[in-house]
C-alpha cells in the first residue's frame, strides 16, 4: 500500500482534444499514464492534482472517468483551472455512481485519512488569475477553503495538495504560504506548470515546508511516490 501523486493528466477521450500540440514532451500520454500505473496496485491511493479532464461536462468527461477508474487504486482528485466538467460533491459523487465509478473520491472542502497523515488540498491560486476581475474574492475563497481543509486535519501531520504552485521563480503567493505554514504542512504537492515552465518551479524546502512539482509531463507520466 502506497501513497502516490501526479497532476495535470489532460485526458480528452472523449473529446477531440490531441496533446501532442503542446510538446513532444506529451506524444502518446495516455498509453504512457497507463504504463506509469502499471506498477501500482488496487491497494495504492493516488491524488490527483488538478486539470484532470479537458470535457466541459460530465458527458464530455465520462470516458476519461472511465480510464481513471480502470487504472489500479484508488483516486482522490482535486480541481483544475482547466476541469470546465466540475460540479458540486454531490453531483460529482452520483455521477461516479451512476456510472459505476467506485475508485474516485473528491478532495475538496475536506480532507482525507492515509495512514497517520491527513491528506488536504484544494486548487489554489496563480498570479495569471491577476487576469481575472475579482481576483481578490477568488483569492480568499481558495485560502478559505484550503484552511478548511487543513482545520480537519486536527492535529495530524499534514500533505497538501494544490493545482497552482504557490510558488515559482519570481512569484509567492504570501496568503497560500502563510497558511500552508501556519498549519505545518509537512509537504506540498502542486501542478500546473508545464514545458518549459517547469525551469521555474521551486522545489524542496521553502518556510518549512518540502515542495514538489508533480504534473504529469513533468513525471514524465509516472505517478510520484509519495509515502508507503
Ligand atoms: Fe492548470
Ligand atoms: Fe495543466
Not at 116 to 142: I, M, S
Request: aromatic share 14%; with cysteine; net charge negative.
Amino acid at each position: 500500500m502506497a501513497l502516490y501523486a501526479i497532476g495535470d493528466l489532460h485526458l480528452g477521450l472523449g473529446v477531440d482534444k490531441p496533446m501532442d500540440v503542446f510538446g513532444p514532451g506529451w506524444a502518446d500520454h495516455v498509453r504512457r499514464l497507463q504504463d506509469g500505473f502499471s506498477q501500482l496496485t488496487g491497494e495504492d491511493l493516488t491524488v490527483l492534482c488538478g486539470d484532470t479532464s479537458w470535457g466541459i461536462d460530465f458527458r464530455e468527461s465520462l470516458p476519461d472517468f472511465q480510464f481513471i477508474d480502470a487504472l489500479p487504486g484508488k483516486k482522490l482528485i482535486l480541481k483544475g483551472n482547466h476541469d470546465y466538467w466540475w460540479n458540486t460533491a454531490a453531483k460529482m459523487k452520483r455521477f461516479f455512481a451512476e456510472n459505476g465509478i467506485t475508485t474516485i473520491d473528491i478532495l475538496h472542502n475536506n480532507c482525507h485519512f492515509y495512514g497517520d497523515y491527513a491528506l488536504c488540498g484544494t486548487r489554489g491560486w496563480f498570479f495569471e488569475e491577476d487576469q481575472k476581475p475579482h481576483n481578490e474574492k477568488v483569492l480568499a475563497r481558495e485560502v478559505g477553503r484550503l484552511e478548511a481543509s487543513l482545520k480537519l486535519a486536527a492535529g495530524r501531520p499534514i500533505l497538501a495538495f494544490l493545482h497552482y504552485p504557490p510558488l515559482y521563480e519570481g512569484y509567492r503567493c504570501p496568503e497560500i504560504l502563510r497558511v500552508l505554514e501556519q498549519y505545518g504542512a509537512e509537504r506540498c504537492f502542486y501542478g500546473h506548470l508545464h514545458g518549459v515552465t517547469h525551469r521555474r518551479a521551486i522545489q524542496g524546502l521553502f518556510g518549512g515546508v518540502d515542495y514538489s512539482l508533480v504534473s504529469a509531463d513533468w513525471l514524465r507520466f509516472v505517478p510520484k511516490k509519495i509515502c508507503d
